[in-house]
């Protein structure tokens, strides 16, 4: 069974940057998506890519951040810019099945 690790998150201000990547154990060949958990809501997609490259994101996300994936490494990227305090969130990759342990972002205002 594939293991996903995702790392990069942290505290940051409002309007500060931060990228979060996701490393696979192997070869992943759907599409893989980051998912975000705040404190007493829902598990929400934020933004999913396909092994080609077509991107899709959440509505509140658009313009702010850029999912990306390097295939000849296993690994998803995210770059969050412009973040607000709403940002905050545990956030998650999966491939579908499988989902990672997750990483903190902390945006402060």
């Known amino acids: 069974q594939v293991q996903l690790v995702e790392s990069g998150g942290g505290l940051v201000q409002a309007g500060g940057s931060l990228r979060l990547s996701c490393a696979a154990s192997?070869?992943?060949?759907?599409?893989m998506g980051w998912y975000r958990q705040a404190p007493g809501k829902q598990r929400e997609l934020v933004a999913d890519i396909t092994r080609g490259g077509i991107t899709n994101y959440v509505d509140s996300v658009k313009g702010r951040f850029t999912i990306s994936r390097d295939n000849a490494k296993n690994t998803v990227y995210l770059q969050m810019n412009s973040l607000k305090p709403e940002d905050t969130a545990v956030y998650f990759c999966?491939?579908?099945?499988?989902w990672g342990q997750g990483t903190q972002v902390t945006v402060s205002s």
């Open positions: 192997r070869i992943i060949f759907s599409t």
């Open positions: 999966t491939e579908g099945r499988v």
